[in-house]
């Protein structure tokens, strides 16, 4: 069981920058390769980037490629995705989730945490 708590998310203009935090409960952690996803309103829910278990292998949407990075620190049970160069269109809910493998389909992943809002202004 893994159990998962974003934080991190507000308002900031475009152009600027946010780094989304996920904490994670649970001795398991470390085994599971972690994804962030988002859900604008009226839009499916998607994967924006996913690390695997030891961090050795990451995943980028071309959305967000060269814009975001997702990093881990299996020490401190914590999986980030730093957000620079936002735009309008990035605004969202993000949610991290937990998958026992690198999975880019949304229904492969087990845990998800609740969401953390991101808004960008223009």
């Known amino acids: 069981q893994v159990q998962l708590v974003e934080s991190g998310g507000g308002l900031v203009q475009a152009g600027g920058s946010l780094r989304l935090s996920c904490a994670a409960s649970?001795?398991?952690?470390?085994?599971?390769?972690m994804g962030w996803f988002r859900q604008a309103p009226g839009k499916e829910r998607e994967l924006t980037a996913a690390?695997?278990?030891?961090?050795?292998?990451?995943y980028y949407a071309d959305s967000v490629k060269g814009r975001f990075t997702i990093s881990r620190d299996n020490a401190k049970n914590t999986v980030y995705l730093q957000m620079n160069s936002l735009k309008p269109e990035d605004t969202a809910i993000y949610y991290c989730?937990?998958?026992?493998?690198?999975?880019?389909?949304?229904?492969?992943?087990?845990?998800w945490g609740q969401g953390t809002q991101v808004t960008v202004s223009s």
């Open positions: 989730a937990a998958a026992k493998t690198l999975r880019v389909l949304r229904v492969e992943y087990e845990y």
């Open positions: 649970g001795r398991t952690f470390s085994t599971y390769a």
């Open positions: 690390i695997s278990w030891n961090g050795g292998g990451t």
